[in-house]
């Protein structure tokens, strides 16, 4: 479960996330959608710590995400994330890049790891392309390896930042389907995204959000047929209607 | 005509200078990587002191001439009781000048290598060091080699200074032979040529190192 309780953050003078409350269940998918700025990254990287908050409580399976105390590092074995660049690691092979986390952070076997790499290579669909290195493939087989890289730690969280915002619109499919699978099998999924097809289909609740605030939070159908919040309504016209 | 006379006459002078002017380089070689390397993770740190003492020693050694430096330590720190061969200050002299040059091509290596790199590392529990180690310095090497290849041919070049406080190297020989023979322009063609035996395998290695890393990935 993660829990927002009162959090705000502040970039300098620039107050870019107010007075957030949010509780996210386990299994559920919440889909964060909102114009540029809105603070949605943000929102999304404060769960794994990648972002700071500037005060209010964030807890991620009920420990405190920014207490100098807590291991962060333990703490993000548990939180998978995929980036909107992919961010693989360009030096390493696929299957290298899947494994580099077990071996070193669970301390799996070589062998151990490589197994469940291929496991995931295989859901994801892609193999054969075990020893390729990241600047063969494809921007969305890129993105399907990140997907399998962040899944080999077994997580209970998965953290989605506008995975394919990057891709060409020919891929954008085959990683959305990756994702729709994940989501099937009660991942708790936390994504922000402009694809609001997958939105309606796969989310289980809808944040909107403007300006650093959360603005609405509605079940998928009610939020995409009847919003009730102004900013949302120009949101969905403007993005919907062309 | 080149008179080759010299060459092999004073060649034993030449080449006991070209033995310290080699010794002298690789002391200096080896030790200004691992300060210029310690210097750039402390240039990089969010540790404040340490970032500050960092930035303070490559702002300070980098704009400072390399004579200055070599005179300190020869004949400024034996006011400290610290008295120092001219080849030992010499030495000091100039790995300390030549890390402040690493340092800044050691840091701005690591900070070119993309941001989500390092969050992607972090992300998945890796720690900072772990992540520093395995994703981001392996990257960095690769854009870092040429300039610490420049680096070293200008340190093998540089130790000519050595010459000046009686650091008993190639240049300061080759100004033992000329004041004995009263032979100039020679002697000083033979000595560019035993400084061209050093850097010119130097920069021919760094080349291959290069495109050997370019198509490693």
Redesign the interface.
């Known amino acids: 479960m993660i829990a927002f309780e009162q959090v705000n953050k502040f970039y300098g003078d620039f107050h870019v996330l107010k007075d957030i409350n949010l509780t996210i269940q386990d299994g559920e998918v919440v889909v964060v959608i909102g114009p540029s700025g809105s603070g949605k990254s943000t929102l999304l990287r404060c769960i794994n710590g990648l972002e700071t908050t500037s005060d209010g409580v964030l807890k991620v399976k009920n420990i405190q995400v920014n207490e100098k105390k807590t291991d962060i590092n333990k703490l993000r074995r548990n939180i998978g994330m995929v980036f909107q660049h992919f961010n693989l690691y360009p030096h390493k092979t696929v299957l290298e890049n899947i494994t580099l986390a077990p071996i070193n952070v669970l301390k799996q076997s070589a062998e151990e790891a490589k197994k469940t790499a291929m496991y995931y290579l295989e859901k994801v669909g892609i193999p054969d392309k075990a020893s390729s290195f990241p600047s063969q493939l494809s921007g969305g087989q890129q993105q399907r390896v990140a997907i399998a890289r962040g899944l080999a730690m077994k997580p209970e969280i998965m953290l989605f930042d506008e995975p394919t915002s990057a891709l060409d619109p020919e891929m954008v499919g085959e990683v959305l389907d990756v994702m729709k699978a994940l989501a099937k099998e009660g991942m708790t999924m936390v994504v922000v995204t402009h694809e609001m097809g997958f939105a309606k289909e796969v989310g289980d609740r809808i944040v909107f959000m403007d300006q650093g605030r959360i603005l609405e939070e509605e079940m998928p159908v009610e939020f995409f047929e009847n919003p009730k919040e102004e900013r949302a309504k120009v949101f969905l016209s403007r993005i919907l209607n062309h | 005509m080149l008179d080759f006379s010299i060459l092999v006459n004073y060649f034993d002078m030449f080449l006991d200078g070209f033995k310290v002017t080699i010794i002298a380089s690789l002391i200096a070689l080896v030790a200004s990587f691992f300060i210029g390397a310690i210097i750039a993770v402390m240039r990089i740190t969010s540790i404040l002191p340490l970032r500050w003492f960092g930035t303070a020693y490559v702002e300070f050694f980098r704009n400072i001439p390399l004579v200055v430096i070599a005179f300190f330590f020869y004949v400024g720190t034996p006011a400290l009781g610290l008295e120092f061969s001219g080849l030992t200050a010499g030495t000091i002299a100039l790995a300390i000048y030549t890390s402040a040059f690493i340092a800044e091509a050691i840091r701005s290596g690591i900070l070119s290598v ?1 941001k ?2 390092m ?9 900072y060091i ?1 992540t520093m180690r ?2 981001i310095l ?2 960095a090497i ?1 854009i870092v080699i040429p300039p610490i290849g420049n680096q070293f041919i200008n340190l093998v070049k540089n130790s000519s200074i050595l010459a000046l406080i009686a650091g008993t190297d190639l240049m300061y020989q080759a100004d033992l032979i000329s004041a004995k023979t009263y032979v100039v322009f020679d002697v000083y063609i033979f000595v560019a040529l035993f400084y061209l035996v050093l850097t010119i395998p130097l920069s021919t290695g760094v080349g291959y190192l290069e495109k050997r890393l370019a198509k ?2």
């Open positions: 993309p989500g790199q969050e992607a590392g972090r992300s998945s529990g890796l720690s772990q395995m994703i392996p990257q690769k490693s990935y």
